[in-house]
């Protein structure tokens, strides 16, 4: 049942009853020709009179198997409509919920036209079951319709929902502002040991896998230019085009790229986690700031750790260099270290990791942002660790192009 | 009579650590059947032995019509309401009602539609029906739990701690539903509990589970054992008397 669905069918729409062709498993034959709709059934409806005063009596067994037939039945009975509609229960069994809920639907539709049924007769149990599935045809027609968006109103609340989220996000700023604020004025405040652990989960535990990505990106780039620069008999410069690529822009957005993965979605799911299990509010109430207990040590974490991984792929991305050099293109490793000495300045150096600092403290920030935004239980938390490791990338790459062209335009 | 349940020398626990041992009892058909303790007792494991969740390290369960419970991929033999409810997140209440419905009869939309709207209203949540159970509170939850665990018009209805978390009126509500729901459809229901006035409503009988006995220390009905026994555990459960348990375990 969609979100949108209408819960109300006019009450004549039983009127139009086709017979499906599929045969139902657990409802009996639908209404074909001559057969007999009730054969299969483990109930029986007979209808006495018509025209005033309409008499049907329901007999055996009344059960959730059987309750569509049962519906269809007493609907087919019910056409034309007579003034007055009895339904005479003394012969039933059993009446299990869903029966009695058919039977009320039936009922209330039958209101909506001035002409209630009136069930008589029933068993002690039955009359039980009718009661607690009575519905009260003043109250039925009281149920308000669900209401259908249309596209403007969609479009409006996806806008206000757009403004909330961006006052959301400067009110995260604005908190882990006062947190820097406070852990400069009094250190003792911040979460050291935690910072430490998460160091240690997010760079100690990374690095075999930022070792050997890096290492194999040297390898890989080194592999790519080797043909094109044998060409022109500069086989040299394979060792500059490798390690000024690494430590300018490779080596900072292939760490932050892994760390996002790795750390990035593993903050959104552990605080998204907490969100939704109400341990954030806990926090709250026991009178300790979220911002400054969670997302700090997280951002100070990476911050200090993704420089680090950014040097260490940085070397062995070169080592990987170093090999396609050594076995492709014929140079020893003393000229090809040599010349990777004279080709990197202090600078492609330090930009990159002035990269890599700004990428560690936007991984953290975004991944703890949206795991604190999480809503809506186990969904929710999937819902916010995929939002967390896009918008990650997304900044990454957006920030990676506007330092490369603010460090371009500084003429560094 | 004939028993529902059937448990023999059943014994619970976690990691290989026994919780509650030699649990024998029955359950007949059409009952309310009432499994108490304190927190921390083992009510709840015993409920997910009951209904296949957990395999019991030794001893036998037997449920009528269906043998020894098991994560079986069939048609539920019985409804369970979890102790949060366990409304999927990513449904409307509706359609978490529904479910069963869709899953396992082929009843037409507009009839499994009437249904789910009777179901939720008998448990009181009529007009919530698109509604995600995150947007709703813990009882309705609950309430909305009951309503998928009837869905299917099952005989057979296991509630872990129904009323817990519910008002004292929405609390009586829900006792007299189950009360309605066992009597007039003969159905039989087992809960786990430890609010006494709930219990006393609606259990025919009862088993009270100890932690430090480390297993039943009182079967039959509750009314009964809360005026006859003279077993001073089981009267600090019934009086709620918090020194006659602290004293047992001094001494």
């Given at each position: 049942m969609g979100r949108a669905a209408s819960r109300f069918h006019l009450p004549i729409d039983f009127l139009f009853w086709k017979p499906s062709i599929e045969l139902p498993k657990l409802c009996g034959p639908p209404f074909l020709g001559n057969q007999d709709p009730l054969a299969a059934t483990a109930f029986d409806l007979q209808a006495h009179g018509g025209g005033k005063l309409l008499e049907v009596e329901l007999a055996g067994r009344l059960e959730l198997k059987d309750c569509q037939t049962l519906s269809r039945a007493l609907r087919a009975t019910l056409h034309p409509l007579p003034e007055r509609c009895r339904v005479n229960m003394a012969k039933v069994e059993r009446l299990d919920g869903a029966a009695a809920a058919v039977l009320m639907e039936v009922s209330v539709e039958l209101c909506a036209q001035g002409r209630p049924l009136e069930f008589i007769s029933a068993p002690p149990d039955v009359q039980a079951i009718l009661d607690i599935y009575y519905t009260?045809?003043?109250?039925?027609?009281?149920?308000?319709?669900?209401?259908?968006?249309?596209?403007?109103?969609?479009?409006?609340?996806?806008?206000?929902?757009?403004?909330?989220?961006?006052?959301?996000?400067?009110?995260?700023?604005?908190?882990?502002?006062?947190?820097?604020?406070?852990?400069?004025?009094?250190?003792?405040?911040?979460?050291?040991?935690?910072?430490?652990?998460?160091?240690?989960?997010?760079g100690a535990d990374g690095l075999p896998i930022v070792v050997l990505l890096g290492f194999l990106v040297g390898l890989t780039l080194a592999y790519q230019s080797s043909n094109q620069l044998k060409l022109y008999g500069a086989n040299l410069m394979v060792a500059d085009l490798v390690t000024i690529s690494l430590a300018r822009e490779l080596g900072p957005l292939l760490t932050a790229i892994i760390v996002t993965g790795r750390s990035g979605a593993a903050f959104a799911a552990e605080i998204g986690t907490m969100k939704v299990s109400e341990e954030i509010d806990a926090l709250y109430t026991l009178g300790i700031c979220p911002y400054r207990y969670l997302v700090f040590p997280r951002v100070l974490a990476l911050g200090f750790i993704l420089p680090l991984l950014t040097i260490l792929a940085d070397v062995v991305g070169s080592a990987g260099g170093l090999v396609i050099g050594v076995t492709e293109l014929d140079l020893t490793p003393a000229a090809y270290l040599a010349e990777t000495r004279t080709a990197l300045t202090l600078w492609d150096v330090t930009s990159g990791l002035v990269k890599s600092l700004v990428f560690g403290i936007v991984i953290a920030l975004v991944c703890c942002h949206k795991g604190l935004a999480a809503r809506g239980g186990a969904e929710g938390v999937g819902r916010t660790t995929t939002s967390a490791v896009v918008t990650s990338l997304f900044l990454l790459i957006v920030l990676d192009t506007a330092l490369t062209i603010l460090f371009h335009n500084m003429r560094l | 009579m004939t028993a529902m349940i059937r448990v023999e020398k059943l014994t619970v626990g976690w990691d290989g650590r026994a919780l509650l041992t030699d649990l024998n009892f029955e359950?007949?058909?059409?009952?309310?059947?009432?499994?108490?303790?304190?927190?921390?007792?083992?009510?709840?494991?015993?409920?997910?032995?009951?209904?296949?969740?957990?395999?019991?390290?030794?001893?036998?369960?037997?449920?009528?019509?269906?043998?020894?419970?098991?994560?079986?991929?069939?048609?539920?033999?019985?409804?369970?309401?979890?102790?949060?409810?366990?409304?999927?997140?990513?449904?409307?209440?509706?359609?978490?009602?529904?479910?069963?419905?869709?899953?396992?009869?082929?009843?037409?939309?507009?009839?499994?539609?009437?249904?789910?709207?009777?179901?939720?209203?008998?448990?009181?949540?009529?007009?919530?029906?698109?509604?995600?159970?995150?947007?709703?509170?813990?009882?309705?939850?609950?309430?909305?739990?009951?309503?998928?665990?009837?869905?299917?018009?099952?005989?057979?209805?296991?509630?872990?701690?129904?009323?817990?978390?519910?008002?004292?009126?929405?609390?009586?509500?829900?006792?007299?539903?189950?009360?309605?729901?066992?009597?007039?459809?003969?159905?039989?229901?087992?809960?786990?509990?430890?609010?006494?006035?709930?219990?006393?409503?609606?259990?025919?009988?009862?088993?009270?589970?100890?932690?430090?006995?480390?297993?039943?220390?009182?079967?039959?009905?509750?009314?009964?054992?809360?005026?006859?026994?003279?077993?001073?555990?089981?009267?600090?459960?019934?009086?709620?008397?918090?020194?006659?348990?602290?004293?047992?375990?001094?001494?």
């Open positions: 009260d045809c003043a109250q039925a027609s009281l149920r308000a319709a669900p209401v259908r968006q249309g596209i403007f109103d969609q479009i409006g609340r996806s806008t206000v929902e757009l403004w909330r989220q961006a006052k959301e996000g400067l009110d995260f700023l604005g908190e882990m502002l006062l947190a820097l604020v406070a852990a400069v004025r009094k250190p003792s405040s911040v979460q050291w040991r935690g910072t430490g652990t998460l160091m240690e989960k997010a | 359950v007949q058909a059409g009952e309310t059947f009432a499994v108490l303790g304190g927190s921390g007792s083992g009510k709840s494991t015993v409920l997910r032995h009951l209904i296949g969740l957990e395999v019991p390290m030794a001893g036998s369960i037997h449920l009528q019509g269906v043998g020894s419970p098991g994560k079986s991929m069939g048609r539920p033999a019985f409804g369970v309401l979890f102790q949060s409810g366990a409304l999927f997140g990513s449904m409307t209440l509706a359609d978490n009602v529904a479910l069963p419905l869709k899953k396992w009869t082929s009843l037409d939309a507009k009839t499994i539609r009437a249904l789910v709207q009777a179901k939720l209203r008998i448990v009181g949540l009529e007009g919530y029906e698109n509604h995600l159970p995150a947007e709703i509170s813990g009882g309705m939850k609950k309430r909305g739990g009951i309503a998928r665990a009837l869905a299917l018009e099952p005989s057979l209805l296991f509630l872990d701690e129904p009323s817990a978390g519910l008002d004292p009126v929405t609390s009586a509500g829900l006792d007299d539903l189950i009360l309605a729901l066992s009597r007039t459809l003969g159905m039989t229901t087992v809960l786990v509990s430890h609010e006494l006035p709930s219990i006393l409503a609606v259990a025919d009988r009862c088993i009270l589970l100890d932690k430090q006995a480390g297993g039943a220390i009182a079967e039959g009905n509750p009314r009964k054992l809360r005026d006859e026994s003279s077993d001073p555990r089981v009267q600090a459960f019934f009086h709620r008397r918090a020194e006659a348990t602290r004293e047992q375990e001094m001494a």
